[in-house]
């Protein structure tokens, strides 16, 4: 997929169901490779401003390592330290930034502020999540599936918790490759019924299905993958009190485990408030898949840098 060159990663919508299974199995090929100790360096002398107005583990660590084992250079950047903290325009901080690197990824709260980054930058521009979208997130979720299941066509992933961006972007990216993907939350925390509708619609031409509901036992049972996030997201810490109590019951334990298949995975994009979304039990148990999932951002990430920026 050449045509992958230059682009944006905004949101696995504007990827055809081809180019998200080309990045996956490039995905896979890069993780074999370092496994292998194969040198790897496709993008030598290659730059990656990274940009941060959150927090992050898994995003920066492995966006940072794998722009390191392609050979080229990743740089980090808080708000704080750039002028963009001062009042500089997204706009001029794109065309400035577009003059020195080969590529950007940010992580910051509004998603149109990323899109107006994508639109007067001349380099490709990755989301690392977003108030709406967590899409380097959702393309590691399917790459760590396919890996455990050997398939992804028909499966049932449900997701438990709030219809968030993580959720967005798994429904998206779930349409796309043929998951049928139920997001069961409590009343009140329904994802974007936009998202919904295009989700749908992305469904309906690859043979799966997009569903919502607030009956938690009925979308575990049969599920081939049960999915969690925090119940309170970045920038919800006001609202944290009041999500404990609409989400109490919103838990992947084991009971709730036991109405699944009996060889359904686990995952949780991380990090998690164990004891609230997830027990100690199912996150530390043999069907869950959370630290492979969380390794797979790596390998998922330098197939979506190798194919933009190479
Ligand atoms: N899952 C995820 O994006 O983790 P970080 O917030 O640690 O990057
Ligand atoms: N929904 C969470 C995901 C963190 C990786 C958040 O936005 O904080």
Redesign the pocket.
Same mark, same amino acid.
Do not use: D, E, W
């Given at each position: 997929a050449g045509s992958l060159k230059g682009r944006d990663f905004l949101s696995l919508k504007d990827f055809s169901r081809e180019e998200i299974f080309y990045l996956l199995d490039l995905a896979d090929d890069l993780k074999a490779k370092l496994k292998k100790r194969e040198p790897h360096p496709l993008l030598a002398g290659k730059t990656l401003g990274m940009i941060f107005t959150?927090?992050?583990?898994?995003?920066?660590?492995?966006f940072e390592v794998g722009m390191y084992q392609l050979g080229g250079y990743p740089l980090f950047l808080t708000k704080d330290d750039l002028q963009l903290g001062r009042g500089e325009t997204i706009a001029d901080t794109a065309r400035v930034l577009s003059r020195y690197l080969d590529g950007i990824m940010i992580?910051t709260y509004s998603h149109r502020e990323v899109e107006e980054l994508a639109e007067y930058a001349s380099i490709p521009v990755i989301n690392? @999540?977003t108030d709406f979208l967590?899409p380097?997130?959702a393309l590691a979720d399917i790459m760590t599936i396919r890996e455990w299941k050997g398939k992804l066509q028909g499966l049932n992933l449900t997701f438990i918790g709030d219809g968030n961006n993580?959720a967005h972007s798994l429904m998206y990216g779930g349409a796309k490759v043929g998951l049928n993907v139920t997001i069961a939350c409590p009343s009140g925390y329904e994802p974007m019924p936009q998202v919904v509708e295009e989700a749908r619609r992305i469904a309906a031409g690859n043979g799966c299905q997009i569903a919502v509901t607030n009956n938690i036992k009925e979308a575990a049972e049969g599920a081939d993958i049960l999915y969690t996030d925090v119940w309170a997201s970045?920038g919800q810490e006001d609202e944290a009190e009041k999500r404990r109590q609409a989400f109490r019951k919103y838990q992947i334990n084991s009971e709730l485990l036991k109405l699944a298949k009996p060889d359904a995975m686990v995952l949780h994009? @991380?990090?998690a408030h164990r004891g609230e979304e997830i027990t100690d039990e199912v996150m530390d148990g043999p069907q869950s898949a959370v630290f492979d999932e969380?390794e797979n951002?790596l390998h998922a990430h330098k197939a979506i840098m190798v194919a933009l920026m190479g």
């Open positions: 959150k927090r992050s583990t898994r995003t920066r660590v492995s992580r690392g @999540l967590h380097t997130q993580v970045m994009c @991380l990090p969380a951002r």
